[in-house]
């Protein structure tokens, strides 16, 4: 199973009165700072011991011009006194001059479950304008990575999962399909112990206020992709008067709860479909249903491939969403489609590969792991295999390709799981807060473009900037877009804030 909050691979991943400055800090140092309430002093006092990094996780080390260090956080910010946990962070220092600095710049890659520590460093050439104003910092979240990282099976459980139906026309596909979910968190609790209870959204949002503090900041500037956008969010609720300048790129709808997720995604991956059917001049219906039809067969009858696995029709899901993320792939995918028209599956197997992270000698990345994992300690509300057959019918009217399964995994994706979750959609608002720049992009598949007037009316009058790209792809800073990434560098260069509601044509 898979759900689509993330930044892939191939894509960046990247109001008041324009001018105004928008949150600053001198960095360094701690004097005049507003530590984190409630930490004891052993956690708010501590210095990082900044170093030569390792390897990352699933990773080489990044080399030189990057930094390591780790932050002692509590596991339980409901009993600050009580265990800690460590937080790997990872750091480019500013380039500019004396005196330019701005301060520490915190990115969050997406997912949940992107590793910082692994991406930051593959986007220093992208990041290099801002770089010259801010140290880059980023961190493998709690449950990610170096940072407590969950991993829920070995890689010969990964691979004998991809044979589970995830889209049941049966009674034994479906208990095989829920028992498959259910046996997946056990393998999360087996791994995680304790630290699965407390890898939520808010917790590490908690984290990211102690990092502002021990970084030297007055306020936070954070850059956030995709589910980092949720993040930022949730960060603007609990600490408003420390907002510094914010942006928020592939804005994740703060008002859906797991089946207006499902169903945003479902619309956003369908859109997106459609505009590549087009690009290549077919008719979105009839081309949609032409790959509904060859999914059919390929349940029914998994394709050979050019290795010793089968191409299913999960793989071959995964296979179809991975260069809908981003337009520079959609020649990928005709190629893959041709193939498995003509009974070939390895180029979509390569490409579902490609998005679980799976490498020549069969091994895979944990993004997934870590994905699930934190969003099913946020998610409260758990639909049931009933309350999902219901959905079926609705869904597919949405998607022929993605509606069935994105309808059943309302109810597989935290079947089961071992922990609550936190809350039925998260909480953002900020009254107060200095403004936020939500970019949104209007073909964004995974995070679909309503998303970004919903964040700003949750966020509240005056909080919520936005700004629209009109793109192809996933999030949109880096993407193409000489008017964004001006507009984006501008507000957390300078702090100037552009007028709500501006537009970037493609």
Partial sequence: MMRFFRVAASAVAAVLVAGCGA?????GGGDGLSPPVGLPASLTGQELDWGRCGAASDGPAPGDGWQCATLEVPLNHAKPKGATMDVELIRGRSTGGPGERVGSLLLNFGGPGASGVAYLPGYGDLLSTLRERYDLVSFDPRGVGSSEGVRCRDDEEIQAA???????????????????????????????????????????????????????????????????????????????GNVGRMVLDAVVDPTADTVGQARNQTLGFQRALDAYLESTGQD???????????????????????????????????????????????????????????????GLLKLADEYNERDSSGH??????????????????????????????????????????????????????????????????????????????TGDPATPYEGTRRMAEELGEGVGVQLTWKGEGHTAYGSGSECVDSTVESYLLDGTVPKNGKVCAS
């Fill in 162 to 240: 991809e044979s589970v139906d995830t889209t049941p026309d049966t009674a034994a596909e479906e208990r095989a399909y829920f028992e498959d979910a259910a046996d997946f968190g056990r393998g999360c609790a087996q791994d995680a112990g304790e630290v699965l209870g407390h890898i939520a959204t808010t917790d590490t949002a908690r984290d990211m206020d102690l990092m502002r503090h021990v970084l030297g900041d007055r306020t936070l500037h954070y850059l956030g992709f995709s589910y980092g956008t949720e993040l930022g969010g949730v960060y603007a609720h609990l600490f408003p």
């Fill in 284 to 346: 979105p219906e009839k081309g949609s249903q032409r790959i509904a039809d060859l999914l059919k067969k390929i349940d029914a009858e998994p394709l050979r491939t050019s290795t010793d696995r089968e191409l299913t029709e999960t793989s071959a899901l995964t296979g179809l969403i991975q260069p809908l993320y981003g337009e520079r792939s959609w020649p990928a995918l005709t190629g893959a489609l041709e193939a498995a028209e003509r009974g070939d599956g390895s």
């Fill in 23 to 27: 949150g600053s800090s001198d960095g």
């Fill in 364 to 441: 895979y990345g944990t993004v997934t792991h870590a994905q699930r994992a934190i969003s099913c300690s946020d998610d409260r509300r758990r639909p049931t295999p009933e309350q999902a057959r219901k959905l079926l019918p609705g869904f597919r009217k949405i998607s022929p390709v993605f509606g069935a399964y994105m309808a059943w995994d309302t109810a597989g994706w935290c079947h089961d799981w071992p922990v609550a979750g936190r809350f039925d959609t998260p909480e953002v608002s900020a009254p107060g807060a200095d403004p936020i720049l939500l970019v949104g992009n």
